[in-house]
Nanobody, 118 residues
């Protein structure tokens, strides 16, 4: 059974930091490109950050460049999103996904809420 389970969300003040984690199971985590997405109320889901299977490449949405860092630990089947200098507009449900570039298979987690507010 494939699972992606996110954790680490919560309420944080503007300027604060959070680290999200996503643990995968039931598939060969190390060969999948991992991504973080977010969706705010009334808005479309957007890709926040992505990292290739061997961590050889990562990319970010312009809105988070310089503030967010994606990383992965294939030994722990985990992808992380380090978020710093958080802004109220970062408030959203953050979800991770796994994509196999060869088969096109996609898996999604349920998401974790991040709220940035004073």
């Amino acid at each position: 059974q494939v699972q992606l389970v996110e954790s680490g969300g919560g309420l944080v003040q503007p300027g604060g930091s959070l680290r999200l984690s996503c643990v995968g199971s039931g598939f060969t985590f190390s060969i999948y490109t991992m991504s973080w997405h977010r969706q705010a109320p009334g808005k479309e889901r957007e890709l926040v950050a992505q990292i290739t299977s061997a961590s050889s490449s990562s990319n970010y949405a312009d809105s988070v460049k310089g503030r967010f860092t994606i990383s992965r630990d294939n030994a722990k089947n985990t992808v992380y999103l380090e978020m710093k200098s958080l802004k109220p507009e970062d408030t959203a449900v953050y979800s991770c996904s796994a994509r196999n570039a060869f088969s096109g298979t996609n898996y999604w987690g349920q998401g974790t809420q991040v709220t940035v507010s004073s």
